[in-house]
């Protein structure tokens, strides 16, 4: 069994900034790539950012140049560093970790930009 647990969110203003973490523990052999998606109400789930266990990153468009994705292999952790933040970009954001094939998400953590 493998846990995913998001940290980092929270209220910020337009332009500022907010760094996301991301914990997986549990039956962890090898992490293989871990993302960053993100829930807006009433709209779908959509991509973030990803990054693979070689560091090799993919970012939506929207995100490019203001968000930088990034992880720590020996710890299990992947973060989000948030810049420029917009008021579209206010969502639920989810971390999913991939291990042996398998997709395990946390329970989301909010992000609001608003003046």
């Known amino acids: 069994q493998v846990q995913v647990v998001e940290s980092g969110g929270g209220l910020v203003q337009p332009g500022g900034s907010l760094k996301l973490s991301c914990a997986a523990s549990?039956?962890?052999?090898?992490?293989?790539?871990m993302g960053w998606y993100r829930q807006a109400p009433g709209k779908e789930r959509e991509l973030v950012a990803t990054?693979?266990?070689?560091?090799?990153?993919n970012y939506a468009n929207f995100v490019k140049g203001r968000f930088t994705i990034s992880r720590d292999n020996a710890k299990n952790m992947a973060y989000l560093q948030m810049n420029s933040l917009k008021p579209e970009d206010t969502a639920v954001y989810y971390c999913k970790a991939i291990v042996l094939d398998y997709d395990y998400w946390g329970q989301g953590t909010q992000v609001t930009v608003s003046p």
């Open positions: 990054i693979s266990s070689g560091g090799r990153t």
């Open positions: 549990g039956s962890i052999f090898r992490i293989n790539a």
